[in-house]
């Protein structure tokens, strides 16, 4: 069965960067994009973006400004990473990162339980 | 602000029917985009609960239901149960934005 196991929740302080991973399996890992979808606390759902697991290709949501928010892939162990840097207190969030449905590259059917990172000093 | 409008909240008693509305614009819903609906428990993932405007994945029961029409669409929820508390999300696709987007959400609360 399709599975995202995402890694552990993070603390971090104001100005670091942080790396979250995403290990799929189940299913060919190359066959299937990966997105990032954002939940601050309270708040609703916030499509970052998602990575072509074939070319390596990131799309990133218009929303993100500037290159804090990195896409990449490690297809050798079927894994996605999401690296946001420079981190501000506002980046505290739920990242999950999502697969979508086949042949529906923007329905989310398979989702990750979520890594939550907490900025603060 | 959301590019999809949800109202914040709606309520309903164990057994009632309760309507979700999810207003876009003539770059998403009016494009001819699809919408999904999504329902996240507390404290869980969201999980899918409509495709492709009508469609309900395996496993879903057939009281949740969904519309679109125009710009806008609805989810439906029959037989309201109390596990059915919950946050639902309407979610298509902007070519304006160039991306994905997602409603507010719509707390559902049963009395």
């Known amino acids: 069965q399709v599975q995202l196991v995402q890694s552990g929740s993070e603390l971090k302080k104001p100005g670091a960067s942080v790396k979250v991973s995403c290990k799929a399996s189940?299913?060919?890992?190359?066959?299937?994009?990966i997105n990032w979808v954002r939940q601050a606390p309270g708040q609703g759902l916030e499509w970052l973006g998602r990575i072509n697991t074939n070319t390596g290709n990131p799309t990133y949501a218009q929303g993100l400004t500037g290159r804090r928010f990195v896409f990449s892939l490690d297809t050798s162990v079927n894994t996605a990473y999401l690296q946001i840097s420079s981190l501000k207190t506002e980046d505290t969030a739920v990242f999950f990162c999502?697969?979508?449905?086949?042949?529906?590259?923007?329905?989310?059917?398979?989702w990750g339980l979520g890594t939550l990172v907490t900025v603060s000093s | 602000q959301s590019v999809l409008t949800q109202p914040p909240s709606v309520s309903g008693a164990p057994g009632q029917r309760v309507t979700i509305s999810c207003t876009g614009s003539s770059s998403n819903f009016g494009a001819n985009y699809d919408v999904q609906w999504y329902q996240q428990l507390p404290g869980k993932g969201p999980k899918l609960l409509i495709y492709d405007n009508t469609n309900r994945p395996s496993g879903v029961p057939d009281r949740f239901s969904a519309s679109k029409s125009g710009t806008s669409a609805s989810l439906a929820i029959s037989g309201l149960q109390t596990e059915d508390e919950a946050d639902y999300y309407c979610?298509?696709?902007?070519?304006?934005?160039?991306?994905?987007?997602f409603g507010g959400g719509t707390k559902l609360t049963v009395l």
């Open positions: 189940g299913y060919t890992f190359t066959k299937f994009s």
């Open positions: 999502v697969r979508p449905m086949a042949q529906r590259l923007n329905t989310f059917e398979y």
């Open positions: 979610q298509s696709y902007d070519n304006i934005l160039s991306g994905s987007v």
